[in-house]
């Protein structure tokens, strides 16, 4: 089992939904938990960012850690085309020196 | 505040040459990285350097070597090109856990 799972889809929505991206995880030392958005030949940027568990909200997203389930989702309301790019998920032990573990990244489109 | 740069943003290379890809931030960030990303595989660590004067093996580093010239700057070189090397590359740098990524250069090994 890969340490750290996600859905590379594509994952196809059209404008206004509410999307939910996720992933699994197996280590239970993960404690920082990232999602990054990555636009077609771009580098990955980072998008949110949360610590240990629960919710935390940014303008249209939110990011939800479940450390219980060794799950993390990434929710967008009211999606835009502007959107659309891949989303990764990234974390780590609360541990120094260590680096991200990254998932392979979901592919979304959002349809005006 | 340019953030992460790197150069060149395209390469072309034949199998058995060398080249080094070069990386600098302006963030004063202590750790830098270097990732490849390939299709289906995500992104994948092939060293990084968690501060000035040192540097790690990440996941994939055979065929790879990395300097750590000044808390500024972190090269990725490679000594003989393989077909398998065709990827593009990120350098990343961070301070605590938050990675900012350059804009990556897509290498082609034929």
């Known amino acids: 089992q890969k340490e750290v799972e996600q859905d590379p889809g594509p994952l196809s929505v059209p404008e206004g939904a509410i999307v939910s991206l996720n992933c699994t995880y197996s280590?239970?030392?993960?404690?920082?938990f990232m999602w990054y958005r990555q636009y077609s030949r771009k580098g990955p940027e980072l998008l949110m960012y949360?610590?240990?568990?629960g919710n935390k909200e940014d303008g249209r997203f939110t990011a939800q850690v479940d450390k219980s389930s060794k799950y993390i989702s990434l929710f967008i309301r009211d999606s835009q085309p502007s959107d659309s790019a891949t989303y990764l998920c990234a974390m780590r032990p609360n541990q120094a020196g260590t680096a991200l573990i990254f998932g392979k990244g979901t592919t979304l489109s959002v349809s005006s | 505040n340019a953030g992460v740069t790197q150069t060149p943003k395209f390469q072309v290379l034949k199998t058995g040459q060398s080249m080094t890809l070069q990386c600098a931030q302006d963030?004063?960030?202590?750790?830098m990285y270097w990732y490849r990303q390939d299709p289906g595989m995500g992104l994948r660590l092939i060293y990084y350097s968690a501060s000035e004067g040192t540097t790690d093996k990440g996941e994939v580093p055979n065929g790879y070597n990395v300097s750590r010239l000044n808390k500024r700057e972190f090269s990725l070189r490679l000594e003989s090109a393989a077909p398998s090397q065709t990827s593009v590359y990120f350098c990343a740098s961070s301070e605590a856990s938050l990675l900012y990524f350059g804009p990556g250069t897509r290498l082609t090994v034929t």
């Open positions: 280590n239970s030392a993960f404690q920082y």
């Open positions: 949360t610590y240990s568990s």
């Open positions: 963030m004063n960030h202590n750790s």
